[in-house]
């Protein structure tokens, strides 16, 4: 049974940072495409970013680019995602998920932000950036 299991949220002034974590049981994270989301009340779920499987591929919300990075450490089989210069704005509860099919011998470079591409979700950690 595939697992995701979200932690490092947590209450942050802003300019403060948060890395959350994205770890993996029940099946090799490497080969799958890992993405983070998050969903502020009243508001839409939104794709954050996304590592491909192989890594070397990478997206963000244009709302994130140049604070967030994102990362995978296949040894410990978890994805991180280490956020930056943090606003009011990205108060939200942060979900990871994984691609639908494992695509690291046929495209291991794919990557995707909207959420239907996505089919094993973790339950999320709240992020709250506040003074």
């Known amino acids: 049974q595939m697992q995701l299991v979200e932690s490092g949220g947590g209450l942050v002034q802003p300019g403060g940072s948060l890395r959350l974590s994205c770890a993996a049981s029940?099946?090799?994270?490497?080969?799958?495409?890992i993405a983070w989301f998050r969903q502020a009340p009243g508001k839409e779920r939104e794709g954050v970013s996304c590592?491909?499987?192989?890594?070397?591929?990478?997206l963000f919300a244009d709302s994130v680019k140049g604070r967030f990075t994102i990362s995978r450490d296949n040894a410990k089989n978890t994805v991180y995602l280490q956020m930056n210069d943090l606003k009011f704005e990205d108060t939200a509860v942060y979900s990871c998920?994984?691609?639908?099919?494992?695509?690291?011998?046929?495209?291991?470079?794919?990557?995707?932000?909207?959420?239907?591409?996505?089919?094993?979700w973790g339950q999320g950690t709240q992020v709250t950036v506040s003074t």
């Open positions: 998920a994984a691609d639908t099919q494992a695509r690291d011998s046929v495209d291991p470079d794919w990557c995707s932000l909207e959420w239907y591409d996505f089919g094993s």
């Open positions: 590592i491909s499987s192989s890594g070397g591929s990478a």
């Open positions: 029940g099946f090799t994270l490497d080969y799958y495409a």
